[in-house]
């Protein structure tokens, strides 16, 4: 079953126990609805230290209702899970790796009270964001460059979807560089952007080379792992090799 208390100003606790069933979930949903319609920000405790399984619908159920929640991540500042069970550690990571806009931490049963605590604490306003994503100019047709410092968002999306159609329409293939500074993962609505999943699938047939300069330490696995799996010829680089990169591309 699924118990909620909302009882705490801008604080949803969802507390999961034994099996959880379909019905659970729709109680679930309900319960987000009417403290996403009240609040501008809230933030989650679960407590799943009781949990023990999921009927088939229930995860079906389940599924749904997470993505349908993807476009209110962004109000979420604070998640609090309270569980002992190892993969959850790695599932959050995952999700903190997504959206690292929700600062998402957990606690072992007995840190109930650190959990409330953390999560009682008022969330702040978010400043406006900042574009993401800027256009580096090649002095090539066919070679495309982009600057991430940030997290990136439908707009970042909607200024460079447009010159990559463009030259898709216009150039069999085409190279892309990305020079990464900081990045803070990307907006949630993103993950179901149609139009957006259509273009990684254009883009497969159209890029001769990527090349990566620069970004965290697990970028250049990352790189090699998707290089292997994608007909693109795929290099990592570091910022001091960014020299490298622009001579690969061109040549």
Do not use: C
């Not at 126990?17 to 659970?24: N, R, V």
Request: glycine letters at 4%; a negative charge; zero cysteines.
């Amino acid at each position: 079953m699924i118990s909620i208390d909302s009882s705490q100003a801008h604080v949803l606790s969802v507390r999961l126990e034994g099996l959880i069933e379909k019905a659970d979930i729709q109680t679930m949903e309900k319960a987000f609805e009417a403290a996403f319609a009240s609040q501008d920000r809230v933030n989650l405790i679960v407590d799943m230290a009781q949990w023990s399984d999921m009927t088939a619908d229930a995860m079906a159920a389940d599924a749904r209702f997470e993505f349908s929640q993807l476009d209110k991540m962004e109000r979420v500042p604070r998640m609090a899970i309270i569980s002992t069970k190892q993969f959850m550690q790695a599932l959050m990571s995952l999700v903190h790796a997504l959206m690292p806009m929700v600062d998402i931490r957990m606690f072992a049963p007995e840190a109930m009270d650190a959990a409330v605590a953390f999560a009682a604490e008022r969330p702040a306003i978010a400043p406006a964001p900042k574009p993401a994503l800027t256009l580096i100019e090649t002095g090539s047709p066919s070679l495309i460059a982009y600057e991430l410092d940030g997290t990136i968002s439908e707009d970042d999306i909607d200024t460079v979807m447009p010159v990559l159609n463009k030259m898709f329409a216009q150039h069999e293939q085409i190279d892309l560089l990305a020079r990464i500074k900081r990045f803070h993962g990307i907006v949630p609505t993103l993950l179901t952007n149609t139009s957006l999943l259509s273009a990684k699938f254009t883009a497969i047939g159209h890029v001769r080379r990527y090349a990566i300069v620069g970004g965290p330490g697990w970028l250049g696995t990352l790189t090699q792992m998707m290089g292997s799996m994608l007909p693109i010829s795929m290099r990592h680089f570091s910022a001091e090799q960014e020299a490298d990169a622009w001579a690969w591309l061109k040549s």
